[in-house]
C-alpha cells in the first residue's frame, strides 16, 4: 500500500520563500512521474510542476519562481517556492504515477500573505 506524506506548508510573507516534500511510504518501485498541484478556494486543482522521463514542466505562473526536484533514494519530490504572492495561496498536492496506478497526498495548506 503506497501513501503520500506532504510537509513543508505554512504561512510565509509574500516575497518569501517555502519547501514542499512528498515521501512515499510502502513498498513501491520508482515513480513514473512525480508533481505537485494545487487547489484554492472555489477553483480546480491544477498542475503546478512535474517531473517526469521527458524532463520537467511547470504552470507559466510559477515559472522562474518554483523548482521542483526528485530524490529517488528517498522516493521524495521537492517542490522550492520562491518570491511567493498572495496568489499562490492553495492546498498543494503531491501526485505519484507509479506502475501506471496515480496516488495522491493529502495536501498541505500554502497561504501567501501580503
Known amino acids: 500500500q503506497v501513501q503520500l506524506v506532504e510537509s513543508g506548508g505554512g504561512l510565509v510573507q509574500a516575497g518569501g520563500s517555502l519547501r514542499l516534500s512528498c515521501t512515499a511510504t510502502g513498498s513501491i518501485f520508482s515513480a513514473n512521474s512525480m508533481s505537485w498541484y494545487r487547489q484554492a478556494p472555489g477553483k480546480q486543482r491544477d498542475l503546478v510542476a512535474k517531473?517526469?522521463?521527458?524532463?520537467?514542466v511547470y504552470a507559466d505562473s510559477v515559472k522562474g519562481r518554483f523548482t521542483i526536484s526528485r530524490d529517488n533514494a528517498r522516493k521524495t519530490v521537492y517542490l522550492q517556492m520562491n518570491t511567493l504572492e498572495p496568489e499562490d495561496t492553495a492546498i498543494y498536492y503531491c501526485?505519484?504515477?507509479?506502475?501506471?496506478?496515480?496516488?495522491w497526498g493529502r495536501g498541505t495548506q500554502v497561504t501567501v500573505s501580503s
Open positions: 501526485n505519484m504515477v507509479i506502475r501506471g496506478v496515480d496516488f
Open positions: 517531473t517526469y522521463a521527458g524532463g520537467l
